[in-house]
Nanobody
Framework: VQLAESGGGLVQPGGSLRLACVVS????????MNWYRQTPGKQRELVAT???????NYADSVKGRFTISRDRHRTTVYLQMNNLKPEDTADYFC??????????WGQGTQVTVSS
């Protein structure tokens, strides 16, 4: 499974961005799709997850502001980020967790929230 993120950039506090993760390869091997984020010196943080049934979960820090979704063919996963805050500044990574327990990562996309 190969992943490619896009959609990062610079946005003012209170603004919105939508990240996209294009998924290719053996899609049926994927159990859940996840978005993580990481800032320098900190561990990678799980932000949002969506499983094959469409169930979603979010980190407390983004609940009510971020929404994870996917297209009907499961080839693209989105992260809609609203009411962005400076503390949302990070590199955002797409992750695919497979049924065999192994996972794949994208290269990341940078999000900067600043006035």
């Amino acid at each position: 499974v190969q992943l490619a993120e896009s959609g990062g950039g610079l946005v003012q506090p209170g603004g919105s961005l939508r990240l996209a993760c294009v998924v290719s390869g053996y899609l049926y091997s994927v159990r859940t799709m996840n978005w993580y984020r990481q800032t320098p010196g900190k561990q990678r943080e799980l932000v949002a997850t969506i499983n094959n049934e469409g169930d979603t979960n979010y980190a407390d820090s983004v609940k009510g502001r971020f929404t994870i979704s996917r297209d009907r063919h499961r080839t693209t996963v989105y992260l809609q980020m609203n009411n962005l805050k400076p503390e949302d500044t990070a590199d955002y990574f797409c992750n695919a967790l497979r049924h065999d327990g192994f996972d794949s990562w994208g290269q990341g996309t940078q999000v900067t929230v600043s006035s």
